[in-house]
Every structure is written in structure tokens, then in C-alpha cells.
């Protein structure tokens, strides 16, 4: 053998030798990566319990009256919440089955099928967002429960539901919530709030929808109903565009801090310029009398007319922005409206799910864009922690939000706990790879649960409670706050 040829044995050997090396190298890396939970780390318990004690402004949510939050069946204790309330009114049920409350109203006829109910929506997040409103305020296991608990905790959350009291102390107390945007769509114009924590939006679906009385089947919606009660006279297209000026004039006198719509679940957000004439066509006429694309020109102009007033009387317009139909939400389809009406703040909600990236993007380039992460990580826990990621690294941090967008106390608590955790593990994630301060990810923590709502909406201000050392409870005859 010659010397050439020894060294070609030795440096493939050699090579051999670094091959197993890298190998071992990299399983023991990715053995590493697949046990590590950025949950069990100090950065995120500490960052975690430090955003756990904000008191957060949650900047959209859907707590109906006392008397009216939805859910309660007939039981053979009588009418009330229980456990089947809790999941029937949530988002689990939007995707996933849930089998009929029994007419016997006996507990013991539902669970035997509904606990096999969730089979197929373990990993999705309409399911695990609620998990945590068993653990923390019943101290089950919802998903190990056995059938006695499961029958305790219907009967518990049934007893909360006799008061108000638990609403107050769950939403108040246990989530340390101070504020709560409410959007009303029970009575999206009278602006009663029952709750003292919480504060109105002016809902304007119904204003872009119609075109003439017979479009609004529930009176509370009907701006023609609303002009009638205040005398206001709506002869002509002109008179309508008034009374929608008057309606966010009162709302804004009943305390209102904001516009919203939720119209991406009804039609395009691709809204036109369109003449006055254009518009007009349509006001007044039966529906059926008109073409589509002249209710269509009705709307888009009524939109325009809308972001002008949200500047006009400084009412931030949160617009309900993806996952509503598919087609026609994503909201790219915003950006001229936005780009024209610059003084307008627009609030484009739940992150524009799936379409996140775009809405980053939005952000970025329009200074009058706030983006509100409100249900995405009810939506999809993944997607909001990487939302909170990519946002936080193209825009300021003084312009995201959050929000509950849920229905019972059970559900306000579930979603705020689980947004807590996302954008906690969000945080702490960028500090473990050294990507961030970790003072720095505590003040972003708290400008997004608390802080930037309080600078877009400044009149909150004045509703704040939580420093004068009070405790907010229903107010029965006789007895203060
Ligand atoms: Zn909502």
C-alpha cells in the first residue's frame, strides 16, 4: 500500500467517524427540541405570573344581561346552566358535535353520549381554550374526570348561575379583568350595559344591511325604529345618513368607545368608492326591487360614510376582519379604504385569521391601523403565538390588542387565560433565544393586555376601578356597588 493510499483510507475513516458523530449530535438535539416545553422554563412562569396580574382591558367581548346569557336548559332542578350550557354556548359547537340537552332534563341521560362527543376535537383549540375554566374554577380534570365529577361540576356550575355574583367574581376576580368592551347584538342601539365593568361599541352592521324597514327583522337593529322613537324623519337617502349620525352621537353619549362591524360574515370587505347618486338607487326600495350590485353600491358607500364618521366623532372602528366566509374577508381588501381615510383608526379584528402575515403587513405600512388578536388563540393557540411573534418584529408594540370574545363567565375567563399563556409563551420564547429583554417582553406583555387599549380608547380612563381598591358586585335594592 502506498502513502496516497493510507490517506485515503484514513481521512475516509475519518469522515466515517464524523458522520456517526453529527448523527448522534443531531438526535440528541431533536430528542432534546421534541421534550422541550418553553412552558416549563422560568422565563415563561415568571413572565406568566407577572401578565397574570395585569389588569386587562379586553376590548371585545359578548356577556349578555345576567337574565339572558345564553345556554340554560330545562333540568330537574329547573331552568339553568350547566355543564351542557357551557359547551353548547362556546365556539367547540361551531365545528365539533354535541349531543341535544334531553328533554327528561336529567343529567345521567346526556353525559353516557356527550363525554364521547369531544373525541374527534382533542387537539383543536375551539375545545382546549375551555379546559382551563374546569381546572382553575371547578379544580377538574375535564379530560379525566370521572363521570361522579362530571355530574358534581354540572351541579356547581348550575348553583353559580342562581346569582350574578359569580359572574362578577369570575370575570373581575379570577381573570383580572377591569374593562370589557361590550358589543351587544342583543340590543346593538340601546347601549344599556348591566355590568359596571362594562363599556359599549356602537354595532353598525344593521346600518350598512338595510336599505329599507322590511331588512331588519329585530327592531332593537333598525335604525327606521330608532328614528322613530327620537322623531327623526327618514324621507329621503340624505335623512338616513343623519339618523346614522345620530345613532353614533347617542351611543358615544351612552359611553360607547368604539364602531364595530361584523359585516365580513355577510358580504365582501372590498368596498368601492361609489357616488352618492349610486348608492342611493337602492335606499328606500324593497330588496327585491333593487340588483345586487345596486345593494351592494348602497353598502359600500354607507361604509365610506361610516370610517369618515369614526373620525368625525373619534370612534376607533374595530371591523371584523377573516374567518368569517371564506371568500371575501381577507383584509387586504381594506387597504384603499384605509389608505384614503387616513385620520380614521381602524382596528382590524382577530388578527385577519388565517390571513395573519397580510395583516402585520397592513400594520406596518398604515400608522392608523391597530391590530386586535381578539379570539385567534381561541381559533388556532399556534397561529396567536406566532401572530404575537411576527407582529411584534414588523410593527410597534403599541399597536396590538386583545379581547375574550366570549359568552359566559366560564368562556371569558377560558379565552383570557389561554390568550395570558399565548402571548406569555410568545414573549418568553423571543427571550430564550436571546431575542428580547426580558423587562422589555414584560412591558410589551402589559401594553397588549391593558395599555394600548387605554391609549386608543383615552375615555376608558375614566371607567377604571380596579386602583380604588373597590369590589364590583350586582347592585341589589338598598345596597351600594
Ligand atoms: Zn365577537
Redesign the pocket.
Known sequence: MDLPNMKLIWIRQALKQLGWMACAASFVFWSRAAEFDLKKTETFRRLKSALDAVPAIDT?D?LPPFDRIQGRVETDRGFGMNLSSIWRSSYYTWFNPLTAWPKSGRFEDWWPTAKHDFENARATSFYRYQLSAFSDLYGVDFETMTDADAGAVNQRIFDHYKSPDWVYEVITERANLELLVM?PYWDRLGFQMEYPFAVPTVNVTALMRGVHPSDFSNPNDSPFVFAAKNQLKVERFEDYLAVIEQILMFGRLKGAVCLKTTTAYERTLDFEKVSKERASKAWGRPRGQSSEQEVKAFQDFVMWYLVELSAKLELPFQIHTGHARIQGSNPMLLVDLIAANPTTKFVLFHGGYPWVGETGAIATRHKNVWIDSV?LPTISYTMGRRAFQEWLEVMGSNRILWGA?AHHAEGIYAATEFTRRCLAEALAEKVERGELREDYALRIGRQILRDNALELFPSLKQRLWKDKGKRLRPLRTGQGE
Open positions: 371585545h359578548h358589543d379570539w370574545d
